[in-house]
């Protein structure tokens, strides 16, 4: 008789169980893969997508911000001002938009086959890289035209990229997991990426927010991201510690409780997606 293995939830909250985690990260490797090419598939353009999504965004924003509206850009060029936050956002924010129906979409694997569930939005965060690293080559070419050369505290960068993704993962693994039970959140991410990304220095310096609100400001880590890849790579002022290190507790914080939180309603998932 062949030995039957019983998988029971695990009470209580608990951390990734990072030994099944590398069990299952074949899964992993073609979840994102399958997620890759279904967001190219039969597409024109195919990668090209994810260089002219910033850079269209930038071009209207130095437009509207940059020329119209006068906006303050810290002595740098607006348009290379802009798309350097243009960058991590669009980062987070696809990560956003993804993590929201990795479930939804996957259900019926979920009601199928075992797996660690946090393989889903983990998948969203590594097929995000792919338009992070392209965006990112784009960023070159604005440095070779513009003769800018990035400081040297650019070696700080992984860990804004750390912040970011902690950031991203962490908020993803909660709106996942809501939008199993809640629909709504899905369908109202477009709108709530539009209106977070004015709640983050991305059209605008930093330096317009007074002083005594500007703590409390840091407390989305993506305040301390982007101005940290803004002083890393143009120079426009000193690496913002005080904001980037309020950013990475916040991060950590959000990270921690995400994980926490799909854990907890992971038992559910099959039942109710």
Do not use: C
Not at 79 to 96: C, E, K, R
Not at 231 to 239: C, I, N, R, T, Y
């Amino acid at each position: 008789m062949d030995d039957i293995t019983i998988i029971e939830p695990k009470k209580g909250w608990q951390l990734v169980d990072w030994k099944e985690l590398f069990h299952y990260r074949d899964l992993l490797y073609f979840l994102t893969i399958r997620s890759i090419k279904a967001k190219y598939a039969q597409s024109v353009l195919g990668v090209g997508w994810a260089i002219l999504q910033p850079l269209i965004q930038t071009v209207i924003f130095t437009v509207i911000f940059g020329n119209l509206a006068q906006l303050s850009s810290d002595g740098i060029p607006y348009i290379l001002f802009s798309y350097v936050a243009m960058v991590p956002w669009n980062y987070f924010s696809n990560i956003l938009s993804g993590s929201a129906g990795s479930l939804v979409t996957n259900k019926n694997l979920l009601s199928k086959v075992y797996f660690p569930r946090i393989v889903l939005p983990l998948s969203t965060v590594f097929s995000a890289l792919i338009d992070f690293g392209i965006a990112f080559l784009v960023l070159i070419g604005f440095f070779v035209y513009y003769q800018f050369i990035p400081t040297w505290e650019i070696v700080f960068f992984p860990i804004l990229l750390m912040i970011l993704i902690m950031t991203s993962l962490g908020t993803g693994m909660i709106l996942s997991a809501l939008a199993v039970q809640y629909r709504d959140v899905q369908y109202a991410m477009t709108f709530m990426v539009r209106l977070l990304m004015y709640g983050a220095p991305v059209v605008y310096s930093v330096s317009i927010i007074p002083d005594k609100y500007l703590y409390w400001y840091a407390l989305n880590p993506m305040v301390g991201v982007i101005e940290g890849m803004r002083s890393a790579f143009l120079g426009s002022k000193p690496l913002p510690w005080d904001l980037i290190g309020i950013g990475a507790l916040v991060a950590l914080l959000l990270f921690l409780f995400g994980v926490f939180y799909f854990k907890r309603m992971e038992k559910y998932f099959a039942d109710i997606a």
